[in-house]
C-alpha cells in the first residue's frame, strides 16, 4: 500500500509537471526593465543581493498573484517553482509583475537552473564588454540582452552557452 501511494504521488507530480510553463506566457510576462539604472550599476558585484540592500525584492502576496495568473491558484509545492525573472536582475530585470513567471526546477531539459547560466553568461559578457569598450558598447549589448532573454530564453540559451543544457 505505501508502495502504492509513492508510486501515485510521484506520477501525479510529473503530470503536474509536466504542465509547467518551458517558457513564459508572453501576454502576461512580456519582460520588463529597471527603469533609471546604468549599465555600471546594473553590474556592480551585489545589485541584486537583498541581503546587501540590493534590489531583489518580490513580495509573497506578488508571488501569488503570478502562482494564480498562471495555474489559477497556488500550486501545493511551490518550492518546485521559482518565480522568476524573465529579464533577470543581473540584466537590468525589474520587480514588476510583467517580469516575472513560475518557472519550475524540474522540467528537463529547461528549468531555472539551466536559465541561470544562460542569465550569468550574458552579464559576463555586459561587465566584459563595459571594462574593454566602455558605457556605450556595454549598455547596446545589455539591450540587445534584454531583448532576446524576454523574446526567447531558450533560443538565446543555444546560442550564447550551447546547444543543449
Known sequence: MKKLLISLLFTAALVARAEDPILPNPKLTPGAVMPGVSVEQIMTKGYANKLNG???????????QIFVEY??????MQGH?????????ELGGS???????????????????VKDKV?????ANVRHELQKHGHD??????????????TDWIGAYKKYVGEKP
Open 95 to 113: 520587480n514588476d509583475p510583467k517580469n516575472l513567471w513560475p518557472e519550475s526546477y524540474y522540467t528537463t531539459p529547461w528549468n531555472a537552473h
Open 54 to 64: 540590493g534590489v531583489r525584492h518580490v513580495p509573497a502576496k506578488v508571488k501569488k
Open 119 to 123: 542569465e550569468d553568461r550574458m552579464a
Open 71 to 76: 495555474f489559477g491558484r497556488v500550486p501545493g
Open 81 to 89: 517553482y521559482e518565480i522568476d525573472h524573465l529579464i533577470s536582475l
Open 137 to 150: 558598447a556595454a549598455t547596446a549589448l545589455l539591450a540587445q540582452y534584454q531583448r532576446e532573454i524576454s
